[in-house]
């Protein structure tokens, strides 16, 4: 139990940390519509750097105290019995707000668009934090991950485009 709530944690102070630090990048959210791919320089989470197991006594918030993923318990690795996974629409796609208020976060790389430049900054952002947490999976529901277009045809094709660069991301 211990480390699926350090777990959790973790992925709070990741999210909090990220847009507390707010570090100015290439393409801020200000200026992103002027901004294409290719522009955006640099990590998106630039602070934090990659989490590791550095043990219960560790004073670092962005370090795993009980998750250490390579070591072997009743002859798994810990990472073999804890699949995580992230899940883009929660992290990346929603604005932190209940039904009731309005949104908590905001990430420095958003544009205010659903467009499919928009869409792969978020996949390229969706990858640099699972890199950056050291997990293996993620997941995405219905149309999360790319724009809905005009048509048929048009979603499609955005989907097509989305699909190709996570694919890319993926194998790296």
Request: charged share 25%.
């Amino acid at each position: 139990m211990k480390t699926w709530g350090t777990f959790l944690l973790l992925l709070c102070l990741q999210a909090f940390t990220c847009v507390v630090i707010g570090q100015s990048q290439t393409c801020p959210a200000e200026n992103a519509n002027k901004c294409d791919d290719s522009e955006w320089e640099g990590e998106f989470f630039p602070a934090i750097n990659k989490i590791k197991y550095e043990g219960p006594s560790s004073k670092n918030p962005l370090s795993f105290k009980w998750y250490n993923a390579e070591e072997e318990i009743l002859g798994k690795k810990m990472k073999d019995w804890f699949r995580f996974s992230v899940a883009f629409w929660h992290t990346f796609r929603g604005t932190g707000a209940d039904p009731f208020g309005a949104p908590t976060k905001h990430w420095p790389w958003e544009d205010g668009t659903n467009s499919v430049k928009m869409a792969k900054r978020r996949m390229r952002a969706n990858f640099e934090f699972i890199n950056k947490l050291g997990i293996d999976l993620w997941c995405f529901h219905d149309r999360d991950i790319a724009p809905d277009g005009e048509s048929l045809e048009e979603a499609n094709a955005n989907l097509d485009e989305v699909v190709a660069l996570a694919k890319e991301l993926q194998t790296q």
